[in-house]
């Protein structure tokens, strides 16, 4: 997806909110963002949103000498979702469609997203989303592929999300014949984003036939975050995209069935939605 | 007011909405956007928001040899609220208290604020602005002053807006013994601001009583634009100030009185107010 000028004070807006996390004096505040302006100056715009994105949280992490500064609301998110795991299990299991009801729920674990903000109702968006209608419903092919594919890989999206998506992934193990499922968490930290320590503190290292795949975006290589992805869509059979990020991110593939809340104005747009849609869409490419 | 930092990619989300009313070209849009971005870089933050806006501004009239971008929208905003002007009378007649409910209507006109953004809805405003309570009312010492005051000074805001001030100057002449009203408006265009054009166009010229004043905010004095204010304020006995822009650009001081409804975040803040509050204040200077 092609960023937009919209993108780039939306990025701005990220990086304010992170700089707020890593100190309190506004003074280095402002010589962090004055920095970041700088950078999102010297770059060529005609790239996708998170390789500016990414410029900028490097940035952020390199000038405050902190490298994950969402550390802490991240095991805030994964400890408020680890709370409801008991009641979302008991909804997966008493429903009559139990896969559809745990898409639907890693879908609602979507909205903890803190590049979009911290202002978000995860409770209310659970009993939204259980009852929405999806704006793009391609769970029929979803279940098809599933059906035949001997191999899967999900890209996680957020801390938090992550336990919803551990249900998911559970449910699939449960009804599917997949000898292993890999489940991709991000080498290097990007706002509230999965890393190899939420997946193992939400116990996804314990899941039986489950294994913890590393999606390196390294620091050098960010204008092209998805060469690595294409080493993923050309080795597997089928792949779950968690997110907006994903979506923006990875090449459209038939492959891939991307799940996310459109919460962003451009990507809602980008897929013909409404902010605060549904989407379980499969790519075309 | 100073500047926060959250104001910074709120200036450039403005210079978007602007640079868009210019061209429909995006690598067009773009080059401006960046200047825009330089020029911001290149100033001393330490100010007022208006301070950056203004340059904002003057870039984008620079470059794209536009001088008044929202020249067209001013003229709609004008023509809705003449639209209205009939009806809005007859409410302010027919009220127990005129003056009361002008200062009111005057005030709902303020959500006509292309600063903020397009997406108003003035009759609805209109509707709550009449019943809502104030979250700061200095309505008593208004009437006093007004009783007291030798002379007016009266400065506008916004375009399609400055229909609802001349309802409020007309119920002002009709109860108190003013022998002339200043009518304050800018020389040079900013946003959807009052200019002289406007006050023309919606009659405040043909206003016995009333003499339109030009406010000078000289493009080589961006970085003061309280001057000017500053001489009003000491040759005036009393101003009635409406909108943010005139909130955080005058020095605090007991002779004005400030009318606005507190839609920016930070000047929501800045008065101890909320998002959406309606404010009559007296500063205390």
């Given at each position: 997806?092609?960023t937009?000028?919209d993108c780039i004070f939306c990025i701005q807006r990220q990086a304010l909110d992170t700089v707020r996390l890593v ?6 505040q402002?010589?962090i963002l004055?920095?970041v302006m700088?950078?999102i ?8 949103p998170p390789?500016i994105a990414d410029v900028m949280y490097n940035i952020i992490r ?7 500064p969402y550390?802490?609301v ?39 997203d803190y590049g979009v903000g911290p ?39 957020n ?31 990007f706002i509230n984003d ?50 907006q990020r994903?979506?923006e ?14 919460k962003c104005?451009m ?19």
């Amino acid at each position: 997806m092609k960023t937009r000028l919209d993108c780039i004070f939306c990025i701005q807006r990220q990086a304010l909110d992170t700089v707020r996390l890593v100190t309190n004096d506004v003074k280095e505040q402002e010589r962090i963002l004055r920095s970041v302006m700088v950078n999102i100056l010297e770059m060529n715009w005609n790239t996708c949103p998170p390789d500016i994105a990414d410029v900028m949280y490097n940035i952020i992490r390199k000038e405050s000498k902190e490298n994950d500064p969402y550390k802490t609301v991240k095991k805030e998110c994964n400890d408020i979702a680890l709370g409801i795991y008991p009641e979302l299990k008991k909804i997966v299991d008493r429903s009559a469609n139990p896969l559809l009801t745990a898409v639907r729920l890693a879908i609602a674990g979507n909205v903890i997203d803190y590049g979009v903000g911290p202002n978000f109702d995860i409770n209310k968006t659970i009993s939204l989303v259980l009852e929405k209608k999806f704006r793009i419903d391609h769970f029929t092919e979803f279940v098809n592929n599933l059906k035949e594919s001997e191999d899967l890989v999900y890209l996680t999206d957020n801390a938090g999300e992550i336990v919803f998506d551990k249900i998911l992934l559970e449910t699939i193990m449960n009804e599917y014949n997949f000898q292993k499922i890999y489940c991709g968490v991000k080498v290097t930290p990007f706002i509230n984003d999965t890393t190899m320590q939420d997946a193992v503190y939400v116990g996804i290292d314990k899941m039986e036939g489950v294994e913890i795949m590393n999606i390196e975006v390294d620091e050098n290589k960010v204008d092209h975050p998805s060469k690595t992805f294409q080493e993923i869509i050309t080795k597997s059979n089928m792949i779950i995209s968690k997110g907006q990020r994903n979506f923006e991110t990875l090449p459209d593939n038939k492959k891939i069935f991307f799940m996310l809340i459109a919460k962003c104005p451009m990507i809602a747009n980008e897929l013909g939605a409404e902010q605060g849609d549904i989407i379980l869409k499969r790519g075309s490419g």
